[in-house]
Nanobody
Framework: QVQVVESGGGLVQAGGSLRLSCATS????????VGWYRQAPGKQRDLVAT???????TYVDSVKGRFTISRDNAKNTVYLQMNSLKPEDTALYYC??????????????WGQGTQVTVSS
């Protein structure tokens, strides 16, 4: 079973920065895609950014130019560098590791979430 643990959340002022970490129990090469999601109170969980095994990154429009997703393969960890934070970024951030098995069977592994709060 793949374990996923997020960390790095906290309380910051608008315009500040945070770096979230997503530590996994397996090699990055064993994971097809790692995604960062966020969920604000009363709203659905939305995709923020993804990074594939090959290193391709995607971002939701609202964070483009401010957030950067990256990997440290030696540490089996994916990071989300968040700059120029806005109050609208306040949410519980989740990391998801997706593994596609033989037969195109997808397995998703979720962390417990880390809270990001951005004050005005």
């Amino acid at each position: 079973q793949v374990q996923v643990v997020e960390s790095g959340g906290g309380l910051v002022q608008a315009g500040g920065s945070l770096r979230l970490s997503c530590a996994t129990s397996v090699s990055m090469f064993s994971i097809n895609t790692v995604g960062w999601y966020r969920q604000a109170p009363g709203k659905q969980r939305d995709l923020v950014a993804t990074i594939t095994r090959g290193g391709s990154a995607t971002y939701v429009d609202s964070v483009k130019g401010r957030f950067t997703i990256s990997r440290d393969n030696a540490k089996n960890t994916v990071y989300l560098q968040m700059n120029s934070l806005k109050p609208e970024d306040t949410a519980l951030y989740y990391c998801n590791a997706r593994i596609v098995r033989v037969g195109l069977i997808q397995d998703d592994y979720w962390g417990q979430g880390t809270q990001v709060t951005v004050s005005s």
